[in-house]
Nanobody, 120 residues
Framework: QVQLVESGGGLVQPGGSLRLSCAASGSIFTIRAMGWYRQAPGKEREVVAAITNGGSTNYADSVKGRFTISRDNAVNTVDLQMNSLRPEDTAVYYC??????????????WGKGTQVTVSS
């Protein structure tokens, strides 16, 4: 079994910062890409940022220059540093990882999500 557990969400004022963390554990052979998605009420889930196991990153246009994704392959974690937060960043943020398990199956795994609310 593989689990992804997020932490770090909360309430922040516009212009503030939050750091999300996600830890993967379980029957992991190797982790390929990792990323963060978000889903606001009434909207579809969208990718926010992604990072390969080599460290290449991609960002949604709406967060470029404000968010930074990073990962630590030694401990199977991925973080999202969010600066200059805006009310439109309010959403449930989900961690995602493409993992090859010890049974050599490559699957996408999701965390349960963490709420980020940007409001004054």
């Amino acid at each position: 079994q593989v689990q992804l557990v997020e932490s770090g969400g909360g309430l922040v004022q516009p212009g503030g910062s939050l750091r999300l963390s996600c830890a993967a554990s379980g029957s992991i052979f190797t982790i390929r890409a990792m990323g963060w998605y978000r889903q606001a009420p009434g909207k579809e889930r969208e990718v926010v940022a992604a990072i390969t196991n080599g460290g290449s990153t991609n960002y949604a246009d709406s967060v470029k220059g404000r968010f930074t994704i990073s990962r630590d392959n030694a401990v199977n974690t991925v973080d999202l540093q969010m600066n200059s937060l805006r009310p439109e960043d309010t959403a449930v943020y989900y961690c995602n990882a493409r993992i090859t398990t010890n049974m050599l199956n490559t699957l996408d795994f999701w965390g349960k999500g963490t709420q980020v609310t940007v409001s004054s």
